[in-house]
C-alpha cells in the first residue's frame, strides 16, 4: 500500500513539472511518466486489461507529441506575465478551497468499504452469470461488448469524432493562403 | 517523413512481424484474456507507425496510406454496427448475441464478441494511423 502512495506522490510531481517545465519535449516525458504511473496502478488494482489499454495508449501519444515537437518547436511560446500583487487574494482562495477539498475528500475515501468488498449488485450477477449468458472467458469483454454494447459504441463514435476533428482542422481547403 | 538510421531499421525490420502477430493474437483472443479490440487495435497501429517512422516515406505514400486507412476505418465502424444490426435481423433487439454461445473458453466461442472485437481492432487501428498520419505528416498531405 506504501508503494501505491509513492506512486501517487510521483505522479503529482511528474503533473506540476509537464505543466511548469520550459522546453516541450521534457514536458511530453513528464505526461509519459504520469500515464505509466496510472498503468501500473491499474496493474496493483488489478486490472490488466485497462492497464494494457493504458500502455500502449500512452507509448502512442508520446510517439504522436514528440513527433508533432520534431516537426514544429522545442520552446513554450506562450506569454507568461509573472505575478503581480493583485494575484495574491486569487491565489490564496484557491489554496484554501483546493486544502478544504483535500481535507474532505481524504475523510470521504477513509469512509468507503475497501477495494472490491463488497461486491456492488450489478457487479455480482455479471459475475455469477456472465460466463453462463455469454460464454465468453474473459468477463471484461463479456461486459463491454455483450451486456453493455451501447457504451462500446458510444466510444467508438468518440473515436471516430476525432480523426475527423484532426482531419477537418488540418485539411488543406480550410486555411489561410 | 524522413528514414531513421541503419541501427532503427534493422531493430525494425526485425521486431515489426512480432508486433503486428501480437496485436492481431490480442484482438482474436479478447473474448478469453486480457486485452481486446481497443488494445490490440492499438498495438497494430504502433506496428504501422513504427515502420512509418523508422523508414521514412514519400509523399505519394503518406497520401495514398491515409486515403486507405480513412477506408480501413469506416470498415470497422461499419462492421461494428452490422454485428449489433444482426441482432434485429432475427427479431431481437439491437446488440443481441444471436450467434451460438459455443463451448465456453474455447476460441470459438461468445456469440459475437470475437466478429465484433475485429471489427472494433481495424476500426481502433486505421483511426490512431489517420490521426498520427493527420498530424505528423501534414506536410505532405496538406501542400498544394
Redesign the interface.
Known amino acids: 500500500m506504501q508503494a501505491f502512495y509513492m506512486l501517487l506522490v510521483f505522479m503529482v510531481a511528474a503533473g506540476i513539472v509537464a505543466v511548469e517545465i520550459k522546453d516541450l519535449l521534457a514536458a511530453v516525458i513528464s505526461l509519459g511518466a504520469v500515464g505509466f504511473g496510472v498503468a501500473i496502478m491499474f496493474i496493483m488494482l488489478q486490472a490488466p486489461d485497462l492497464a494494457f489499454v493504458q500502455i500502449v495508449i500512452e507509448i502512442l501519444a508520446v510517439v504522436f507529441f514528440v513527433a508533432v515537437i520534431l516537426k514544429t518547436t522545442h520552446e513554450d511560446e506562450t506569454l507568461g506575465r509573472g505575478y503581480t500583487k493583485d494575484d495574491i487574494i486569487p491565489i490564496l482562495g484557491f489554496s484554501l478551497f483546493a486544502l478544504m477539498f483535500l481535507y474532505l475528500g481524504i475523510k470521504a475515501m477513509i469512509s468507503l468499504p475497501s477495494f472490491g468488498n463488497p461486491l456492488m449488485k450489478v457487479a455480482s450477477y455479471y459475475i455469477e452469470n456472465g460466463l453462463k449468458e455469454v460464454g465468453a472467458g474473459n468477463l471484461v469483454a463479456a461486459v463491454i461488448l455483450d451486456y453493455r454494447g451501447y457504451d462500446t459504441l458510444g466510444e467508438a463514435t468518440v473515436l471516430f469524432t476525432s480523426v475527423i476533428g484532426v482531419l477537418a482542422i488540418l485539411r488543406k481547403e480550410g486555411r489561410k493562403k | 517523413m524522413r528514414g531513421m538510421t541503419t541501427i532503427v531499421k534493422t531493430i525494425t525490420r526485425i521486431v515489426i512481424g512480432f508486433i503486428f502477430v501480437y496485436g492481431c493474437y ?1 484482438v482474436l483472443f ?7 479490440g ?2 490490440g487495435g ?2 497494430i ?2 506496428s504501422f ?1 513504427l515502420s512509418r ?1 523508422a523508414f521514412g516515406t514519400t509523399e505519394k505514400q503518406e497520401k495514398n496510406t491515409t486515403v486507405v486507412s ?1 477506408i480501413f ?1 469506416s470498415i470497422g ?1 461499419i462492421g ?2 452490422s454485428v ?1 444490426l444482426l441482432g434485429m435481423l432475427f427479431g431481437f433487439y ?2 443481441q ?1 444471436i450467434i451460438s ?5 474455447r476460441l470459438a ?5 470475437l466478429p ?2 475485429i471489427a ?1 481492432g481495424i ?2 487501428g486505421a ?2 494511423l ?3 498520419l ?3 505528416s ?2 505532405y ?4
Do not use: Q
Request: no cysteine; glycine share 12%; charged share 10%.
Open positions: 490480442i479478447g473474448h478469453l484474456s486480457p486485452g481486446g481497443f488494445a492499438a498495438i497501429a504502433t507507425i517512422l480513412s476505418e465502424g461494428f454496427l449489433a439491437y446488440f448475441n454461445k459455443g463451448i465456453p473458453l466461442s461468445a456469440g459475437h464478441i465484433a472485437n472494433i476500426k481502433v483511426a490512431l489517420s490521426i498520427f493527420g498530424l505528423a501534414t506536410k498531405i496538406m501542400r498544394d
